[in-house]
């Protein structure tokens, strides 16, 4: 158990629907990462939080997602008007202030038909 | 080209034998993390290194700052230790744009 917890696990929708991921990022951790990855793929970055505020946005990242850490506790991850090449894996990772370590979640699995 | 790259891509060893699976990289890091990977898709991470060597249970992991590369090092293998492994790093300049990963190493142990 990493203590980070993603929600839904796994999510079948059809292209044009939104589709939205929560994750719940280690209790004292003030960094949070959001990170995309496809099959046969390394992670790709998309997005990061330091507390409530979003630093960095990858290009990977179009007008579609948004994400936010309203509290700077779970953020969540909106995808819009979904297309099938946004079938994939979406990651939510945490660290805590020293970077001195990485949590990951399980993922959220995504597939648009 | 890649930031990180890893090799090989694919290994196929035997229940015992040692295995090595190296990462290079291109740009400047404040520290490297090898990843582990079940089928499933959870992430664990296994060492970060900024320098030197580290060692845990069967594994050992090596960096080299000035060649710029790494090595995961796994002694008397097992079927268990069968996953994809990740190469990543943290870059230096105070970026905050977290990891970059290389593709993984996907690694069979036969019994």
């Known amino acids: 158990d990493t203590g980070v917890s993603q929600d839904p696990r796994h999510k079948i929708t059809k292209r044009g629907q939104n589709v939205t991921f929560r994750c719940d990022p280690i209790?004292?951790?003030?960094?949070l990462y959001w990170y995309r990855q496809t099959l046969g793929q390394g992670p790709e970055f998309l997005t990061y939080?330091?507390?409530?505020?979003?630093?960095?946005k990858s290009r990977l990242l179009s007008d579609r997602f948004s994400a936010e850490r309203p509290k700077g506790s779970f953020s969540t991850l909106e995808i819009q008007r979904t297309e099938q090449g946004d079938s994939a894996m979406y990651l939510c990772?945490?660290?805590?202030?020293?970077?001195?370590?990485?949590?990951f979640g399980e993922g959220s699995w995504l597939t648009v038909v | 080209k890649n930031e990180v790259e890893q090799s090989p891509q694919n290994l196929t060893a035997q229940e015992g034998e040692f295995i090595t699976i190296n990462c290079s990289y291109s740009?400047?890091?404040?520290?490297l993390h090898w990843l582990q990977q079940h089928p499933g898709g959870g992430i664990v991470s296994l060492f970060m290194?900024?320098?030197g060597k580290k060692k845990h249970g069967r594994l050992i992991a090596t960096i080299n700052i000035q060649e710029k590369h790494s090595s995961l090092h796994i002694t008397a293998s097992h079927p268990r230790d069968s996953a994809v492994y990740i190469c990543?790093?943290?870059?230096?300049?105070?970026?905050?744009?977290?990891?970059?990963f290389g593709k993984g190493t996907h690694l069979i142990i036969q019994p």
């Open positions: 990772a945490s660290s805590p202030r020293l970077l001195n370590t990485i949590y």
């Open positions: 209790s004292e951790h003030n960094r």
């Open positions: 939080f330091q507390n409530e505020a979003q630093l960095e």
């Open positions: 740009v400047g890091i404040s520290a």
């Open positions: 290194l900024s320098s």
């Open positions: 990543a790093v943290l870059k230096g300049g105070g970026g905050a744009d977290g990891l970059t």
